[in-house]
């Protein structure tokens, strides 16, 4: 379990380390998409065969909720991310007061945040979404027995893209692990908006991951047919 555990804390940390540090070095969208898709692909292929790579609390969350995990594994799971969601925080945190160099964009340590005139309603909605498509990808690239054996890559470029569409709507945070890292060190404006980033990633992979273990996931006679075929 210790093994997992510390996958799941490090792959977290790489995650918001690298992602909102593209976001602190003034990197525009396609940079701060591609650094935030590419080492999540890395990461979750690092990981995937020891902890499933999950470096996210709403893709724990919803594993419990279709008896994927036990609750026991997965709250530890959640501690493990937020704890290295955190650690990278504050990493950035000291990096940017102990450092001379000036940062483009040091000002809320790379933290997602509503862009200009997106309500409440409009964040809960495009969280919900693009988690929702993420979580999409996971199932479909590395829960189900019929994925291709592409490691995380898949889910890397869902991100990716979701990040494209999102990233000036709502900074795409699709993670509370990653949004909470940064926030706890950015101060009280991005503190307020945790719950956006809890609630709305949270509804869209429990969504998918129902509606993907109901109606899309091989059942054992599927899986049993799919074997004999295969043999």
């Known amino acids: 379990m210790e093994s997992k555990l510390l996958c799941e804390s490090v792959a977290t940390f790489a995650l918001t380390f690298i992602g909102a540090g593209s976001i602190i070095m003034g990197g525009d969208l396609v940079t701060v998409a591609l650094a935030h898709g590419i080492v999540l692909a890395i990461v979750v292929t690092a990981t995937m065969n020891i902890s499933g790579g999950h470096v996210n609390p709403a893709v724990t969350i919803s594993m419990m909720a279709v008896k994927k995990m036990d609750t026991n594994t997965g709250l530890k799971y959640i501690f493990a991310q937020l704890a290295g969601g955190m650690l990278a925080g504050l990493a950035l945190f000291v990096i940017?007061?102990?450092?001379?160099?000036?940062?483009?964009?040091?000002?809320?340590?790379?933290?997602?945040?509503?862009?200009?005139?997106?309500?409440?309603?409009?964040?809960?909605?495009?969280?919900?979404?693009?988690?929702?498509?993420?979580?999409?990808?996971?199932?479909?690239?590395?829960?189900?027995?019929?994925?291709?054996?592409?490691?995380?890559?898949?889910?890397?470029?869902?991100?990716?893209?979701?990040?494209?569409?999102?990233?000036?709507?709502?900074?795409?945070?699709?993670?509370?692990?990653?949004?909470?890292?940064?926030?706890?060190?950015?101060?009280?404006?991005?503190?307020?908006?945790?719950?956006?980033?809890?609630?709305?990633?949270?509804?869209?992979a429990l969504a998918c991951s129902f509606l993907y273990n109901e109606y899309i996931m091989l059942s054992e006679d599927d899986d049993a047919k799919l074997s004999d075929h295969d043999a």
């Open 96 to 204: 940017g007061e102990s450092s001379g160099y000036t940062f483009p964009a040091l000002d809320g340590l790379g933290t997602p945040a509503p862009g200009e005139n997106v309500g409440i309603l409009g964040v809960l909605i495009i969280e919900f979404i693009l988690t929702f498509l993420l979580l999409f990808a996971i199932w479909g690239t590395a829960v189900d027995p019929r994925a291709p054996a592409i490691g995380g890559w898949g889910i890397g470029m869902m991100v990716t893209v979701d990040i494209l569409m999102g990233g000036g709507l709502t900074g795409a945070a699709m993670n509370p692990a990653r949004h909470i890292g940064t926030a706890i060190f950015a101060g009280t404006e991005y503190l307020s908006d945790i719950w956006l980033y809890i609630c709305g990633p949270v509804a869209g």
